[in-house]
């Protein structure tokens, strides 16, 4: 039989640790949502100054920047990986790893010298438990990330693009589409890619070309634009992995709720079974000991 107590003490332990995953998974849907408006935001702001890029190309100015060449031959690429600072957030970082390795693994492949930089704590661990090599390591990032310091990476990372130290920059992190749709994602931001055909033929709303007036010159304008469009599209990398996160994280604290509600209810019945049966037990020690007095 069941020991009664340890029954009611593990009972109790299973329900403080239902108290304490109920209060995170309420914690991070409250950082979710913070999080998601932020993305939500800035996806606006991202769209914009791209569809200002495309019209300026659907306008007939030869688009032409640092930041837009191909180039020939990609001797040397850089990696940035995103992963959290803390656990508890379900597949998330596994699943940005397994893409950053499999990237990893294809980019050695090619014979392409590689330089990997990692955001999170977590990613870092498990780099170093891989020993992988890690030339830039950032754990200051939690889940509003600042658009300065993202920006102050894009600085750096653009002027080695441009100085020819480095000829592909691959972003690995967690794409949010939906609440319920996140998806690991390596996503090549430099060369920033050129408008396509099909996105400078839709560039006016109209499907018109329209006409532009560029003061000072169109040179001026594209120079100003692209280097900005890069830093949003990195900082949206960035919101994009914060928002993943926190809903990793929700989910994840969600089930362990319920599965620590299921346990109590197992215990419960376990727990009142071995009470009926001890007092069942007692019962037949007393009229057993009546029929002995009895007799």
């Given at each position: 039989?069941?020991?009664?107590?340890?029954?009611?003490?593990?009972?109790?332990s299973v329900r403080n640790i239902r108290k304490i995953t109920r209060t995170?998974?309420?914690?991070?849907?409250?950082?979710?949502?913070?999080?998601?408006?932020?993305?939500?935001?800035?996806?606006?702001?991202t769209e914009r100054i791209t569809q200002i890029v495309?019209?300026?190309?659907?306008?007939?100015?030869?688009?032409?920047?640092?930041?837009?060449?191909?180039r020939a031959t990609v001797k040397s690429s850089t990696m940035l990986m995103l992963t959290s600072n803390r656990g508890l957030c379900g597949g998330y970082n596994g699943g940005v790893i397994r893409a950053a390795l499999l990237r990893r693994k294809e980019v050695s492949e090619?014979?392409?010298?590689?330089?990997?930089?990692?955001?999170?704590?977590?990613?870092?661990?498990?780099m170093k438990f891989r020993?992988?090599?890690?030339?830039?390591?950032?754990?200051?990032?939690?889940?509003?990330?600042?658009?300065?310091?993202?920006?102050?990476?894009?600085d750096r990372l653009m002027e080695e693009f441009t100085s020819g130290r480095m000829d592909r920059l691959d972003v690995v992190f967690t794409r949010f589409i939906s609440v319920s749709k996140q998806v690991p994602v390596v996503e090549t931001l430099l060369p920033f890619a050129q408008p396509t055909a099909e996105e400078t033929a839709n560039a006016s709303p109209d499907?018109?070309?329209?006409?532009?007036?560029?003061?000072?010159?169109?040179?001026?304008?594209?120079?100003?634009?692209?280097?900005?469009?890069?830093?949003?599209?990195?900082?949206?990398?960035?919101?994009?992995?914060?928002?993943?996160?926190?809903?990793?994280?929700?989910?994840?604290?969600?089930?362990?709720?319920?599965n620590a509600g299921d346990i109590i209810k197992q215990l419960s019945m376990t727990f009142n079974r071995a009470r009926q049966s001890k007092i069942t037990q007692e019962?037949?020690?007393?009229?057993?000991?009546?029929?002995?007095?009895?007799n």
């Open positions: 039989m069941a020991n009664i107590r340890e029954l009611d003490k593990r009972r109790k995170m998974e309420l914690i991070a849907t409250a950082r979710f949502k913070k999080a998601m408006d932020r993305a939500a935001a800035a996806n606006d702001y495309r019209d300026l190309a659907s306008a007939g100015l030869e688009v032409s920047h640092p930041l837009l060449a191909e090619s014979g392409i010298e590689l330089d990997f930089e990692i955001s999170g704590k977590r990613g870092i661990s498990a020993e992988v090599k890690i030339d830039e390591m950032y754990t200051h990032f939690e889940d509003q990330p600042a658009f300065e310091e993202v920006a102050a990476i894009a499907g018109k070309n329209a006409d532009y007036e560029f003061l000072p010159s169109a040179e001026s304008i594209l120079e100003e634009v692209v280097p900005a469009s890069f830093r949003v599209k990195l900082f949206k990398c960035f919101l994009d992995a914060a928002v993943s996160e926190q809903i990793a994280r929700m989910v994840a604290m969600k089930s362990a709720t319920e019962i037949m020690e007393i009229i057993g000991g009546v029929e002995a007095m009895e």
